[in-house]
């Protein structure tokens, strides 16, 4: 969620998760955090940070329910799906539409976790099968990317901010 990176003391009116849909003339309040997923209706007038995945709505916004349960709002959080390159996301749009998302991360430990340019050995993500390493619009990645040298050798370390 993009509220891990930009607290509210630094000048940030309101804090937008990724995969978000905010309905038409919802009103979101200064210095409320939506999460990642999450799903306000129409007309909603949001006062309160809203969880990942929920669905709200009201005058003043209420829960709804959870788009899916906790374990899978879990899998979507730890897949960030959002950050995924344009040929990982075209290979697996069957999943991306069948909601099964037990499937979709069984895919993600298999073929892409191993591509996070996190903290990955520089070998490791360029020899991992399936890895694409490309800036997408919207996500900041590329913005700075580098490759540091230290006792454990080459790494590949992504600033998207």
Request: hydrophobic share 45%; net charge positive; aromatic share 6%.
């Amino acid at each position: 969620m993009i509220a891990r990176y930009l607290p509210r003391d630094e000048g940030v009116d309101k804090l937008i998760g990724n995969d978000v849909w905010i309905g038409s003339e919802a009103v979101v309040m200064p210095g409320i955090k939506i999460g990642d997923g999450a799903v306000i209706g129409t007309r909603a007038l949001v006062t309160r940070d809203v969880e990942p995945y929920a669905i709200i709505g009201g005058n003043p916004a209420k829960m709804i329910r959870k788009r899916f349960d906790d374990r899978r709002i879990e899998m979507l959080l730890e897949m960030q799906w959002w950050h995924w390159s344009n040929e990982q996301l075209k290979a697996v749009m069957p999943l991306m539409t069948s909601a099964n998302v037990e499937a979709l991360f069984e895919h993600w430990l298999a073929h892409i976790r191993s591509c996070r340019a996190s903290s990955l050995p520089l070998q490791a993500v360029i020899g991992a099968k399936n890895c694409a390493i490309e800036p997408r619009l919207g996500t900041g990645l590329g913005k700075a990317v580098k490759i540091a040298q230290n006792k454990k050798g080459a790494h590949l370390s992504v600033n998207p901010f």
